[in-house]
């Protein structure tokens, strides 16, 4: 017994623990029970207050509701009236337009009626002084022919006498002339006879200079072949003395050139770089100035509520005020009239927080400048999860929100509360698709048409809502300052780019004229080492061929005595030929001595008399032509008389004509003129009513 009294007492120990275990878990579970059963006491209590809170939401939602279709009514209504004063606004624009065009037209006409009437007034004074002239043409052509016939009588009488006067004078200088021509005559036979003298010395003496010629033939062509030989291989000699010098020079020049051109090639790649640098930033600076002076100008032609708050940013006084909701983001083109549709606080007014609003409020309030909406972005952060999830949209249609891009994150989250998850559609069709699925969307279409997430669509109509959303983000609070800098800026960029493509221009020049230069001197080397080679093959067969000719030429010598004897004989010969020409040269000159002194009698005097007769001929050919035309102008000027009396009435009435027209013309312009003016002044009052109907609008809603 002793033996299992251990384990007893361990068994009952043991069941005492499992006993204590299962008492401490009833514990826990019945504490677990009790805790539970108070949360679910909590959670009812809570659910009684949601569902309390929930029926408060759906009854104001009602409210809401129907505060919405009265607003959306009266929003009609204003709009109607709004689209109606737009209307007959364009329609007086178009008035106005036509009116201008037609102005612009009668000017031009005038102008030229004008220039046609001065030119018509022109013609007209030439038509009538041709006119007096034609009238008193008979009268003054019978004047003038009595004169030229008077005229014609003398110089016939003129030229009669002459002709007898060269009769005489021929007459006389033969008689004058008579001794010299027999003188001559006596001189020409014994002339003839020097003559044929001279030509046969001269035969003798040529055909002895051929005999000596034809001797030394082999000896004179050997030496020539000599000589020849001798200067070919001098000039070889000289050309392999430069075309060494010559490769010299150019292998040392090229590697140079070759090291000009690379670092010229470098220096205008880099240059080239930079200017694409330049002219990237230039454009971008030019972009931002461009963006800058429009949203200058954007903000001069904005209302006086946004103006003189963004006054009061530029002066430091609201710096928390960001500027109209739909200058703070951009979108693309084909998207404009889409949000310009959805998107109904594009021109509310967006600041960073409720006390600048408050301030804003204040403002407006004690300047009496109007009213404004404002967008507080610290009441709007409860939007920025969804502002930044991503959302699954049925076709894949864009999100209209995900469209509009902005430079400032802090503004996100306004365009998500004006927005939503409002999507855009190509069309009606697939934006009812689209809308009316399994979950429903707002959509809006790219024509403007507009599906409500409770159902109802608004369109249609003849205008439709755009442009109150650029391309581009406008920049708020631009200071002139700031303008003038960046234009300083940009002149700057523009001189470095003018330097630099300065720079560009003279390193493109220089590598044009390096470039041809190089290869220039690569085809001379090539040309030199080749002239080279061949001459330093030629130099030794010259000099070889030479040596050879130098013995032909000793061996070919003629006999110096033949030669001596020979000399003599041409020597004898050409004295003779010399001594017969100079006595034919001696009568020579005298026979043209007397032949030069009956020329002078002869010539001089028949000459002058020649040149007087010839001269009045020539009178006489004018007088005639001028009779002749004469004649011819007073048979045609009746013909003439007649068209130039006709030319003139026709010029008269086109004068007139045009004189007419211009005053016709004055006073219709004088009338566009008074209807013009009528209808500015009906545009400008259409303007003011619907920048008020605009304000009306943008206070309201």
């Given at each position: 017994?002793?033996?299992?009294?251990?384990?007893?007492?361990?068994?009952?120990?043991?069941?005492?623990?499992?006993?204590?275990?299962?008492?401490?878990?009833?514990?826990?579970?019945?504490?677990?029970?009790?805790?539970?059963?108070?949360?679910?006491?909590?959670?009812?209590?809570?659910?009684?207050?949601?569902?309390?809170?929930?029926?408060?939401?759906?009854?104001?939602?009602?409210?809401?509701?129907?505060?919405?279709?009265?607003?959306?009514?009266?929003?009609?209504?204003?709009?109607?009236?709004?689209?109606?004063?737009?209307?007959?606004?364009?329609?007086?624009?178009?008035?106005?337009?036509?009116?201008n065009t037609k102005d612009y037209q009668l000017q031009s006409n005038m102008e030229q009626t004008n220039i046609s009437r001065k030119k018509f007034n022109q013609q007209l004074v030439a038509e009538n002084k041709k006119l007096n002239e034609l009238e008193h043409l008979p009268e003054k052509s019978v004047r003038d022919l009595e004169e030229l016939h008077k005229k014609e009588q003398q110089l016939n009488t003129q030229k009669e006498t002459l002709e007898l006067d060269k009769e005489q004078l021929l007459s006389t200088l033969n008689d004058d002339t008579k001794a010299l021509r027999e003188k001559r005559q006596e001189l020409e036979p014994k002339l003839a006879d020097l003559k044929s003298v001279v030509l046969e010395t001269k035969s003798v003496f040529q055909l002895a200079e051929s005999k000596l010629k034809m001797y030394r033939k082999n000896e004179d062509e050997e030496r020539r072949k000599f000589e020849s030989l001798a200067e070919a291989h001098e000039i070889v000699k000289k050309n392999i003395i430069q075309y060494t010098e010559n490769i010299k020079t150019l292998k040392n020049k090229i590697p140079l050139t070759e090291r000009s051109v690379k670092e010229a090639i470098k220096q205008l790649d880099a240059t080239q770089t930079k200017q694409k640098d330049l002219e990237n930033e230039r454009r971008q600076r030019w972009t931002n100035l461009e963006n800058c002076k429009s949203s200058m100008q954007a903000s001069r032609s904005r209302g006086r509520v946004l103006d003189s708050l963004m006054q009061q940013k530029v002066e430091g006084h609201c710096p928390g005020l960001f500027g109209r909701l739909g200058d703070l983001g951009a979108i693309d083109k084909k998207y404009d009239v889409a949000v310009s549709?959805?998107?109904?606080?594009?021109?509310?007014?967006?600041?960073?927080?409720?006390?600048?609003?408050?301030?804003c409020i204040e403002f407006l309030k004690a300047h009496n400048l109007g009213r404004a909406t404002f967008i507080a972005l610290d009441k709007q952060e409860r939007f920025r999860e969804s502002a930044n999830l991503k959302i699954k949209t049925p076709e894949n249609v864009f999100r209209l929100y995900d469209l509009v891009k902005v430079n400032d994150d802090r503004v996100k989250t306004a365009f998500y509360y004006a927005l939503r998850d409002t999507l855009v559609a190509d069309n009606l069709e697939q934006a009812s698709r689209v809308a009316y699925g399994a979950q429903r969307f707002r959509v809006v279409t790219l024509q403007g048409s507009l599906i409500e997430i409770s159902g109802v669509m608004s369109?249609?109509?003849?205008?439709?809502?755009?442009?109150?959303?650029?391309?581009?983000?406008?920049?708020?609070?631009?200071?002139?300052?700031?303008?003038?800098?960046?234009?300083?800026?940009?002149?700057?960029?523009?001189?470095?780019?003018?330097?630099?493509?300065?720079?560009c221009v003279l390193l493109e020049k220089q590598i044009g004229t390096l470039r041809p230069e190089l290869e220039k001197m690569k085809l001379d080397l090539r040309k030199y080492t080749t002239e080279l080679d061949s001459s330093k093959h030629q130099e030794p067969i010259l000099q070889q061929e030479l040596k050879e000719q130098k013995k032909r030429a000793n061996a070919t010598r003629a006999d110096p005595e033949e030669v001596n004897r020979l000399e003599m004989v041409i020597q004898e010969k050409k004295a003779a030929f010399e001594a017969a020409s100079t006595n034919a040269s001696i009568y020579q000159k005298d026979v043209d001595s007397i032949t030069e002194q009956i020329n002078e009698k002869m010539t001089g005097r028949v000459k002058v008399i020649d040149k007087k007769i010839a001269d009045v001929n020539k009178s006489i050919n004018k007088i005639k032509a001028e009779i002749t035309r004469i004649n011819v102008a007073v048979k045609t000027s009746e013909r003439n008389l007649f068209k130039c009396k006709e030319k003139i009435a026709s010029l008269e009435e086109e004068v007139q004509n045009a004189e007419e027209s211009l005053r016709t013309m004055h006073s219709q312009r004088q009338e566009i003129e008074t209807d013009g003016n009528q209808l500015l002044k009906c545009i400008n009052e259409l303007v003011t009513q619907i920048l008020e109907k605009e304000d009306e609008l943008s206070s309201k809603f």
């Amino acid at each position: 017994m002793n033996e299992l009294k251990g384990p007893m007492e361990e068994a009952v120990e043991y069941l005492k623990l499992e006993n204590s275990i299962i008492h401490n878990k009833n514990i826990l579970y019945q504490k677990k029970l009790h805790d539970l059963a108070n949360k679910k006491e909590t959670r009812d209590k809570e659910k009684e207050k949601i569902v309390s809170e929930q029926e408060e939401f759906i009854t104001q939602i009602k409210t809401i509701d129907e505060n919405k279709k009265k607003q959306e009514s009266v929003y009609s209504t204003c709009l109607k009236v709004h689209e109606a004063l737009q209307k007959k606004n364009d329609v007086l624009k178009d008035a106005f337009e036509k009116a201008n065009t037609k102005d612009y037209q009668l000017q031009s006409n005038m102008e030229q009626t004008n220039i046609s009437r001065k030119k018509f007034n022109q013609q007209l004074v030439a038509e009538n002084k041709k006119l007096n002239e034609l009238e008193h043409l008979p009268e003054k052509s019978v004047r003038d022919l009595e004169e030229l016939h008077k005229k014609e009588q003398q110089l016939n009488t003129q030229k009669e006498t002459l002709e007898l006067d060269k009769e005489q004078l021929l007459s006389t200088l033969n008689d004058d002339t008579k001794a010299l021509r027999e003188k001559r005559q006596e001189l020409e036979p014994k002339l003839a006879d020097l003559k044929s003298v001279v030509l046969e010395t001269k035969s003798v003496f040529q055909l002895a200079e051929s005999k000596l010629k034809m001797y030394r033939k082999n000896e004179d062509e050997e030496r020539r072949k000599f000589e020849s030989l001798a200067e070919a291989h001098e000039i070889v000699k000289k050309n392999i003395i430069q075309y060494t010098e010559n490769i010299k020079t150019l292998k040392n020049k090229i590697p140079l050139t070759e090291r000009s051109v690379k670092e010229a090639i470098k220096q205008l790649d880099a240059t080239q770089t930079k200017q694409k640098d330049l002219e990237n930033e230039r454009r971008q600076r030019w972009t931002n100035l461009e963006n800058c002076k429009s949203s200058m100008q954007a903000s001069r032609s904005r209302g006086r509520v946004l103006d003189s708050l963004m006054q009061q940013k530029v002066e430091g006084h609201c710096p928390g005020l960001f500027g109209r909701l739909g200058d703070l983001g951009a979108i693309d083109k084909k998207y404009d009239v889409a949000v310009s549709t959805a998107c109904g606080p594009l021109d509310n007014i967006v600041v960073d927080n409720v006390d600048t609003a408050q301030w804003c409020i204040e403002f407006l309030k004690a300047h009496n400048l109007g009213r404004a909406t404002f967008i507080a972005l610290d009441k709007q952060e409860r939007f920025r999860e969804s502002a930044n999830l991503k959302i699954k949209t049925p076709e894949n249609v864009f999100r209209l929100y995900d469209l509009v891009k902005v430079n400032d994150d802090r503004v996100k989250t306004a365009f998500y509360y004006a927005l939503r998850d409002t999507l855009v559609a190509d069309n009606l069709e697939q934006a009812s698709r689209v809308a009316y699925g399994a979950q429903r969307f707002r959509v809006v279409t790219l024509q403007g048409s507009l599906i409500e997430i409770s159902g109802v669509m608004s369109g249609g109509g003849n205008r439709v809502s755009r442009g109150r959303m650029g391309q581009s983000v406008a920049v708020s609070d631009v200071n002139p300052e700031d303008i003038k800098a960046m234009e300083s800026t940009l002149d700057e960029l523009e001189e470095a780019i003018q330097e630099n493509s300065k720079r560009c221009v003279l390193l493109e020049k220089q590598i044009g004229t390096l470039r041809p230069e190089l290869e220039k001197m690569k085809l001379d080397l090539r040309k030199y080492t080749t002239e080279l080679d061949s001459s330093k093959h030629q130099e030794p067969i010259l000099q070889q061929e030479l040596k050879e000719q130098k013995k032909r030429a000793n061996a070919t010598r003629a006999d110096p005595e033949e030669v001596n004897r020979l000399e003599m004989v041409i020597q004898e010969k050409k004295a003779a030929f010399e001594a017969a020409s100079t006595n034919a040269s001696i009568y020579q000159k005298d026979v043209d001595s007397i032949t030069e002194q009956i020329n002078e009698k002869m010539t001089g005097r028949v000459k002058v008399i020649d040149k007087k007769i010839a001269d009045v001929n020539k009178s006489i050919n004018k007088i005639k032509a001028e009779i002749t035309r004469i004649n011819v102008a007073v048979k045609t000027s009746e013909r003439n008389l007649f068209k130039c009396k006709e030319k003139i009435a026709s010029l008269e009435e086109e004068v007139q004509n045009a004189e007419e027209s211009l005053r016709t013309m004055h006073s219709q312009r004088q009338e566009i003129e008074t209807d013009g003016n009528q209808l500015l002044k009906c545009i400008n009052e259409l303007v003011t009513q619907i920048l008020e109907k605009e304000d009306e609008l943008s206070s309201k809603f």
